[in-house]
């Protein structure tokens, strides 16, 4: 729909009933330059922690924690609605009552059952924005404008993949045309719970944590929007994680490519997946920062024909860790290695292999390295107990830190500085993962020196310079 904007506001632009407030002025001021507007809410920040904390400690027979966490939502919501509410106020503390009294049912069922499959998490995890929505759309009517609560699960056709559901974008784009497009048309501002959807036969997913992003461009996507807004904590996409260099500046432009590969590999402030629908759909995303509105923050669009190559940021992941095969494994080692750790749900983040796949790396979650080890343990038996791979060895504590620009990885010289810069304050390089994509340049090394590498990382290339002046590299 021509002249609207899908905007998403992130937990912390949602923390209390202020900024909540804040969030609705906001909606108010953006209607003036687009015509229409979808709202898409997160969970109140911390809140999908306390939730997913509470439902672990419940099928540990832990009940008085979650009874506890159902203490801390109610009292927490029921002060946002205070805040809020003028006349809604006993509308919305019924709404919280209700939400609040199902997470204890689902939290009691996990207790008496024992155990807590991804399927029940996802109902317990979706009650944070189901929670929020609500307030946000009173605090959008506070500011003078008509809004209405929709739950995704109604919108968002997912497959099957508790915890990390992919969007079904036929179902999805003919319910969001059904529902948005006629309150669009009537002036309503729909306030959407981001993170979730449901499955065809209406079991609630989750999208992944950090989701809601993403629910924002599968919205756009589906109702052909002008735009997509990320209100956040930060002013835009920063050239590194400001609570690390606090000097980090704000990349102003950025390609659809490399903010996927700044999200992969650890750049929090948008979720991976959220530029696919959007590219797809030629929609530019914005971030923008809700303590600073007036600012440009990052544009997020199609790379310019005659872009310059650079560096346009330095991003770490940490809390991982690195699985090697050693041996002679030979043709198609790497492929069952892959296979295996996908098996039992673990990601490979990156991996390697040497000459005729004799030795294989696996870069993991920290979390998934003991499983998958077993794993690996398992399916090489025959191999292992002939001795044609020695071992399986494994490295924790480790991060990935890399700069990103599209193209970098082709450009000898921005790989050979990188590696000078990191060597002459010695820190250990443990792998280079460079050429699996074009856009990075992925660099393992112990998690004790991530933050001075993405330091010395960050001076090198200039970014925390002011741009226009022409001195990055
Ligand atoms: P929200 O709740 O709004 O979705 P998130 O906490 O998910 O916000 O993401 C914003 C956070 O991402 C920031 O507070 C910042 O610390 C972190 N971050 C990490 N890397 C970057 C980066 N390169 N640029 C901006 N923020 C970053
Ligand atoms: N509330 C969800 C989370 O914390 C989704 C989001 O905030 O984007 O993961
Ligand atoms: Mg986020």
């Not at 669009?184 to 729909?190: F, Q, R, Y």
């Not at 260099?245 to 659809?256: D, K």
């Not at 198609?332 to 983040?349: D, Q, S």
Request: aromatic share 2%.
């Amino acid at each position: 729909m021509k002249g609207t904007v899908v905007m998403k506001f992130g937990g912390t632009s949602v923390g209390d009933g202020e900024r909540i407030l804040g969030a609705g002025e906001l909606v108010g001021r953006s209607l003036k330059a687009a015509s229409a507007c979808v709202v898409v809410a997160s969970a109140m920040a911390g809140v999908t922690d306390l939730l997913i904390g509470a439902a672990e400690a419940a099928a540990h027979h832990e009940l008085a924690r979650a009874e506890a966490a159902a203490e801390v939502l109610r009292e927490r919501h029921l002060a946002t609605a205070e805040t809020i509410g003028g006349k809604e106020k006993g509308k919305l503390e019924e709404t919280i009552e209700t939400l609040v009294s199902r997470f204890l049912t689902l939290c009691r069922a996990i207790d008496a059952l024992g155990e807590l499959t991804p399927r029940t998490m996802d109902a317990v995890a979706s009650l944070g924005e189901r929670l929020s929505a609500p307030l946000v759309a009173a605090a959008v009517r506070r500011a003078g404008l008509r809004a209405r609560a929709l739950d995704a699960s109604s919108l968002i056709v997912t497959d099957e993949r508790f915890g990390a559901a992919s969007p079904l974008m036929e179902p999805t784009r003919e319910r969001c045309r059904a529902v948005l497009v006629p309150l669009l048309a009537e002036g309503v501002v729909p306030v959407v719970t981001g993170f979730i959807g449901a499955t065809r036969e209406g079991i609630t997913t989750t999208l992944g944590r950090g989701g809601s992003d993403y629910s924002a461009a599968i919205l756009g996507a589906a109702i052909e929007a002008e735009a997509i807004w990320i209100w956040t904590d930060v002013p835009g996409v920063m050239t590194a994680d400001p609570r690390v260099i606090p000097e980090a500046t704000t990349v102003p432009v950025l390609s659809y490519a490399e903010a996927v590969e700044l999200a992969h590999l650890g750049a929090k402030v948008i979720y991976p997946k959220t530029a696919l629908p959007a590219e797809e759909a030629g929609i530019p995303i914005r971030i923008r920062c809700t303590f600073r509105p007036e600012g440009p923050g990052t544009l997020i669009r199609s790379r310019p024909e005659g872009a310059p190559t650079t560096v346009r940021a330095v991003v770490c992941r940490k809390g991982l860790s690195l699985l090697r095969l050693a041996g002679k494994g030979g043709p198609g080692t790497a492929a069952r290695a892959f296979a295996t750790a996908a098996e039992v749900g673990a990601e490979a983040i990156l991996g390697t292999h040497s000459t005729s796949e004799q030795n294989i790396c696996l870069l993991l979650c920290r979390k998934d390295s003991e499983r998958v080890r077993i794993a690996l343990t398992q399916a090489f038996a025959a191999e292992l107990g002939r001795g044609e791979i020695n071992e399986i060895e494994v490295w924790d504590d480790l991060a990935v830190v890399a700069p990103v620009g599209e193209g970098i990885a082709s450009e000898p010289r921005i790989a050979a500085e990188a590696l000078l810069a990191l060597g002459e304050r010695d820190v250990e390089i443990l792998s280079i993962l460079h050429g699996a994509s074009p856009h990075s340049l992925p660099l393992v090394i112990p998690e004790s020196a991530a933050d001075d590498a993405v330091r010395i990382l960050h001076r090198h290339f200039r970014l925390g310079e002011p741009v226009g002046t022409g001195s990055r590299r």
